[in-house]
């Protein structure tokens, strides 16, 4: 029980750290026109349409890896609750103990290397959306990173 809680913890700690990349704009004339505080007015917009149209698709949000960790940590229980069950032992206790398990390995691994398995960004299509967005807004992206 006590390796749930550090890992659920854990979990929220890493949550709460998470901020997800954004769009870098080339500075072009329509981003010297504009300004930066207005450019990123027009990306908070880009991002906010995406986010309605097509899903919210960041695979590095706090959201994401909470859904990642919260399917690992019921594997990982269920896994546990069979294993106990299997060897004699408690189910409740391998299921504790698989759940904790699974889920401090899926928040250190997403600490410890952060674009396994998420290549680094958004889904691809969120990504699209966002820079087909600004380009009809006159930007040109060069890549997205966290800010």
């Known amino acids: 029980m006590r390796r749930l809680a550090l890992g659920l913890s854990v ?13 870098v704009l080339y500075p072009n004339r329509q981003l010297e026109r504009v300004g930066r505080e207005h450019a990123q007015q027009d990306v ?3 991002l ?7 899903g919210a698709g960041d695979r590095n949000t706090g959201e994401g890896m909470a859904k990642r960790t919260a399917a690992r940590t019921a594997t990982g229980a269920a896994t546990g609750a069979a294993v106990g069950a299997a060897v004699g032992r408690s189910a409740a206790r391998g299921a504790a103990g698989g759940a904790a398990g699974a889920a ?3 928040v250190v691994g997403a600490i410890l290397h ?4 998420r290549r680094g960004g958004p889904d691809p299509v969120f990504r699209r959306y966002v820079d087909r967005c600004l380009h009809e807004r006159g ?5 997205w990173r966290k800010p």
């Not at 906010?48 to 097509?54: E, G, K, N, T």
């Open 11 to 23: 979990a929220l700690l890493a949550l709460a750290c998470a901020t997800p990349q954004r769009p």
């Open 44 to 46: 908070d917009e880009c």
């Open 48 to 54: 906010a349409l995406a986010a309605q149209d097509v």
């Open 104 to 106: 401090t390995h899926s």
């Open 114 to 117: 952060p674009r396994r398995g």
């Open 139 to 143: 930007y040109d992206v060069l890549g």
